[in-house]
Each structure stands twice: as structure tokens, then as C-alpha cells.
């Protein structure tokens, strides 16, 4: 199981960028995903998680109204749509993904087993 992250660069404050997670090789089940992010210095934090059909998402305070997470499984990706962004969000992003046979968005990472390369998001004044 592999999940590929792509999407990020170097954008300005106020710039909308949208980060993908392809999940290749995966069991058949139904899953959550996650996105997390890891400043330089900082710690990693949650970003925003979503179930299986979609129809639950959670969001960090920090980028609620800002962020929406989606997925389309019918080509193994989801999504993070980043409007309205700032410069404290730069960092890597990372896209996880639970085990199959849990559909539940959580947003604790170690609830995540699958963790895609990171892609750096740059946000500049």
C-alpha cells in the first residue's frame, strides 16, 4: 500500500493550492484518510480527516473556513483544498490513511497506519 502526495509549491499569502493523495496497491475496503502537516520546529498536527463516503469531515480550528477535504473513490485519491492561505501554514503536508475495515475519520495520528512522502507547501508574504 503506497500513498503519493503531490500539489504543494511555493504560493503567496492569500493563494488557493489543492494537494492530492493517491492510494495505490490497496486492500479492498472501505478506509478513512487524514491529512496532517509538520511545520519546521513544530511538531505534527492534524489538518482536517474524512470517512469513507465523504459524509463525515473534520477540520483543525486553524483552517476551518479556510480548508475542505474531499475524496473521490473511484480514483483512489482524496483531496485538500487550501483557500485563503496564510503564512503559517507553511509546512509538509502529509496525506494518511487507516487500515481497511475502518471507515472512521479520526484525528489522531496514530489512528492513521498509511503515510504517504510529504509534500512541502510554501507560503510567502
Known amino acids: 500500500v503506497q500513498l503519493q502526495a503531490s500539489g504543494g509549491g511555493l504560493v503567496q499569502a492569500g493563494d488557493s493550492l489543492r494537494l492530492s493523495c493517491a492510494a495505490s496497491g490497496r486492500a479492498s475496503g472501505a478506509y478513512a484518510v487524514g491529512w496532517f502537516r509538520q511545520a519546521p520546529g513544530k511538531e505534527r498536527e492534524f489538518v482536517a480527516a474524512?470517512?469513507?463516503?465523504?459524509?463525515?469531515?473534520y477540520d483543525a480550528n486553524s483552517v476551518k473556513g479556510r480548508f475542505t477535504i474531499s475524496r473521490d473513490n473511484t480514483k483512489n485519491t482524496a483531496y485538500l483544498q487550501m483557500n485563503s492561505l496564510k503564512i503559517e501554514d507553511t509546512a509538509v503536508y502529509y496525506c494518511a490513511a487507516r487500515r481497511a475495515g475502518y471507515p472512521t475519520a479520526s484525528m489522531l495520528a496514530t489512528q492513521y497506519v498509511y503515510w504517504g512522502q510529504g509534500t512541502l507547501v510554501t507560503v510567502s508574504s
Open positions: 474524512i470517512n469513507w463516503s465523504g459524509s463525515t469531515t
